[in-house]
């Protein structure tokens, strides 16, 4: 669907980081975990596009002033790095934004009970809190972040509060472990026996290498990709990603956006 | 009294003059959630090949002042997946269907008119003739006047269905391409494709799309193509779709003027979805304001 937002809140939750709720139409909050938004930043055309964003949460806001009424509303998690999130930061409460989605298929959460291990590189855990939301209802949940320093470690505090067990990875060893954040998921993997599910959103990078420890462990994995889109629904095709059985002859490219976001990591052709 | 937004464009009858242009609108089905597809005049397929085509590698897309370029590299099912997965959505919409297609070689082109004939569902045929003619050393049909003469000849033999030949705007003189259209029996144009352009990321010293160029689109063509269209109009008698950075009615009415009969709506339904039906609603209500009866009556009236 298509609606109008207003800005609830837009703050900065770590250097360059920022987390913004906004207004939702009642429909809204059905959105699966996984799924995401196309966000107009303004309504001029420059820039041009919409900007996709996973959802970080969504909930029922209740307004502090007597009498108001509660309101549906989302929450986006986003990194700074152009000219579209660089305006979007600059906003403010009250101010609107026409928003596209929720769009894309979202996690599928496997059976309750089994073990979850979710695994979030930078601003990559921006549709991780959500699902984790989910999980903890159902499974012991255990969460590997990575980042390149302390400030690329987001909203621990948030997973904490959900019982979520974090494992914080850094590369300069600003922030829990000095390495990569496969690192600590290979070696809790070594150390538990157990078979738990992966879900993982971050650097294409993380992502091979989640794949490739979710083969050699034989455990169902799940990967949130990024991709240059305009359109978000399946039809300008710049977000492909080529799957597993891709070739020039027989083409198996799939939409980053109507395909997924969420792939199963072994459908996806990855770089040897 | 409600404006006559009704025009008949190569045979075709639209409710409106507003389309949605190839490759910006997927099958149809894409946007069905978006837009109501009968309050639209009609819509365009992704461009057909004989073969599935896998495309380019990413990135395919970047965003430009104003624009955004596309290096898609006409990823599309093939005709055979298009007749048997998308033509049956196409049958459910009371809109006329367009198939876009292309190929490498004259033949290709006439085979898939040909099959394309074939198809109750497919309501008219529109050639992109952007493509390298493999045996002619890759030049690209459309900016050869002889060559875009022979490829739409065999494609108007191979069907009776309106055939409109789509224009690249990457020419010296667009008016010698469009009378070569002409002469080999187009019963319409549309213009213009994207521009060929480029986007480079300074920091990395690389070119941001994976296929180096890319093609134009949005608002920042918008006035070249308007010349281009206004120049084909005077020139020559076939009807013309106007396309090129076309966000709003007001855009489209400026095309109208310019000499367009129709236009299509192309990246500002990357942008909203509904775009295509909001400018048709717009173009009725800016004629009602403006005491315009039939939008017919707009049809290349430009005051010079």
């Excluded at chain 2, 937004?5 to 149809?28: C, D, E, H, Q």
């Amino acid at each position: 669907m298509q609606f109008r937002s207003m800005i609830i809140s837009n703050v900065e939750v770590s250097p360059g980081y920022r987390r913004m709720r906004m207004t939702a139409p009642p429909e809204f909050p059905a959105a699966r975990p996984g799924q995401f938004v196309m966000v107009r930043v303004n309504e001029a055309i420059d820039p041009l596009l919409r900007r996709p964003f996973g959802i970080f949460d969504v909930g029922i806001h209740t307004p502090a002033q007597a009498g108001a009424t509660s309101q549906p509303y989302l929450e986006m998690l986003y990194r700074v790095v152009g000219k579209g999130t660089a305006m979007l930061a600059a906003l403010h409460e009250t101010d609107l934004l026409d928003i596209l989605g929720p769009l894309g298929n979202g996690f599928e959460f496997g059976s309750s009970g089994e073990e979850k291990m979710i695994v979030g590189g930078g601003i990559g855990l921006a549709p991780l809190y959500f699902l984790a939301k989910e999980l903890v209802k159902q499974s012991p949940v255990r969460l590997f972040v990575g980042g390149k320093t302390r400030d690329d470690i987001l909203c621990i505090t948030e997973f904490e509060r959900l019982g979520v067990e974090c494992y914080v990875a850094t590369e300069d060893g600003s922030l829990g472990d000095s390495g990569l954040v496969t690192e600590a998921l290979g070696k809790r993997l070594a150390a538990s026996g157990n078979k738990p599910r992966i879900f993982a959103c971050g650097p294409n990078g993380m992502l091979n290498a989640v794949a490739g420890i979710a083969a050699k462990w034989g455990i169902p994995c799940q990967v949130s990709l990024e991709g240059y889109m305009a359109c978000g629904v399946g039809a300008c095709l710049g977000c492909v990603t080529p799957g597993h059985r891709h070739s020039n002859e027989t083409p198996d490219y799939r939409c980053v956006c109507a395909d997924g976001p969420v792939f199963d990591a072994a459908e996806l052709k990855w770089e040897a | 009294m409600k404006p006559d937004l009704s025009v008949t464009i190569a045979g075709l009858k639209l409710r409106n003059p507003v389309m949605t242009a190839s490759g910006t609108f997927g099958y149809g089905e894409e946007f069905a959630e978006y837009v109501d597809l009968e309050a639209i005049g009609a819509f365009v397929t992704k461009g057909l090949s004989l073969k599935p085509r896998a495309g380019n590698p990413t990135p395919r897309i970047v965003e430009t002042p104003g624009g955004m370029l596309n290096a898609i590299g006409l990823q599309n099912v093939g005709i055979d997946a298009f007749i048997e997965k998308k033509v049956p959505f196409l049958r459910s919409v009371a809109t006329p269907a367009i198939a876009n297609f292309f190929g490498h070689t004259i033949d290709e082109y006439a085979e898939l008119a040909r099959r394309l004939d074939a198809i109750p569902e497919v309501a008219g045929l529109e050639v992109n003739i952007s493509c390298p003619n493999v045996k002619q050393g890759g030049i690209v049909f459309g900016t050869d006047p002889q060559c875009a003469f022979d490829v739409v000849s065999a494609c108007r033999e191979a069907t009776i269905k309106p055939l409109i030949v789509k224009l690249s705007p990457n020419v010296t003189d667009i008016v010698s391409m469009a009378k070569s259209c002409a002469d080999a029996g187009a019963d319409a144009l549309s213009l213009i494709n994207t521009l060929t352009g480029m986007a480079i990321d300074l920091d990395r010293r690389r070119p941001v799309l994976a296929n180096i160029t890319g093609g134009l689109s949005g608002p920042a063509v918008k006035p070249v193509a308007l010349r281009m269209v206004w120049q084909v109009a005077r020139a020559v008698a076939l009807p013309i779709i106007g396309i090129g950075g076309i966000m709003n009615a007001r855009d489209a009415l400026e095309f109208i003027l310019a000499g367009a009969t129709a236009v299509q709506v192309g990246t500002a339904s990357f942008i909203n979805p509904g775009a295509a039906q909001d400018i048709a609603a717009g173009m009725a209500t800016w004629l009602e304001e403006n005491g315009v009866d039939d939008i017919k009556s707009l049809i290349g009236a430009l005051e010079v």
